[in-house]
C-alpha cells in the first residue's frame, strides 16, 4: 500500500516527503516568528550566538550551514537592530567576531518561545513516545544523507 500526503497524493519518495514536510514547518515557523519580528534564519543566528557567543563569522556560517555572503546579509539586518554587534578579532584581525547584545537575547528568547509552542503543537498529532522515535530517525537519516558526500568526495579526490 502506497503513502498518502495530506492532500492525498501519492508520496514519490521518502526524500521527497522530508522535503515537503520540511518546507510545510519552515513557513509555519517563519510566519509564527514573523509575529515577533524575527525569520527562521535570523532566529537561528541569534540561537546558536546564545549557546555560542563572539564566533567567528566564519565559524557561525559553518554551524548553522549557510554560505558566508548569506550570513553577511543575515548579520546586517540583525547588527541594524541592535540584536548583534560584530568586531575585528583580537588574535586575528582578518577574522571578525559576532556578539550578541542584551536585545538581540530578548529577541533570540522571544523566538524560542515560538519554536517551543509550535514543537507542542506539531508533537500533539503524533501519538504518545512518536516524537522521541521521530527525532532518533530524523537523526539516523541526516547521518546517512551525509555519508554519501564523503565517500563522491574521496572518490574524485582518487
Known amino acids: 500500500m502506497q503513502a498518502l500526503n495530506s492532500t492525498g497524493a501519492p508520496i514519490e519518495s521518502l ?29 537561528l543566528a541569534l540561537d546558536q550566538l546564545v549557546r555560542e557567543d563572539a564566533l567567528r563569522q566564519c565559524d557561525l556560517a559553518a554551524r548553522l550551514h549557510v554560505e558566508s555572503p548569506t ?10 537592530r541592535g540584536l548583534v554587534v560584530r568586531a575585528t578579532d583580537a588574535a586575528d584581525r582578518r577574522a571578525i567576531r559576532v556578539r550578541i547584545t542584551d536585545r538581540g537575547r530578548e529577541a533570540q528568547a522571544a523566538g524560542h518561545a515560538v519554536a517551543r509552542r509550535l514543537d507542542a503543537e506539531l508533537g500533539r498529532s503524533l501519538e504518545a513516545g512518536e516524537p522521541a522515535v521521530l527525532r532518533r530517525l530524523l537523526a539516523r537519516i541526516e547521518a546517512a544523507a551525509r555519508r554519501p558526500q564523503a565517500r563522491t568526495a574521496g572518490r574524485r579526490a582518487s
Do not use: C, I, M, W
Open 71 to 80: 550570513l553577511t546579509h543575515q548579520l546586517d539586518h540583525l547588527a541594524e
Open 15 to 43: 526524500g521527497r516527503q522530508l522535503q515537503v514536510t520540511a518546507k510545510a514547518v519552515g513557513e509555519r515557523f517563519n510566519q509564527e516568528l514573523d509575529a515577533v519580528g524575527l525569520s527562521r534564519p535570523l532566529y
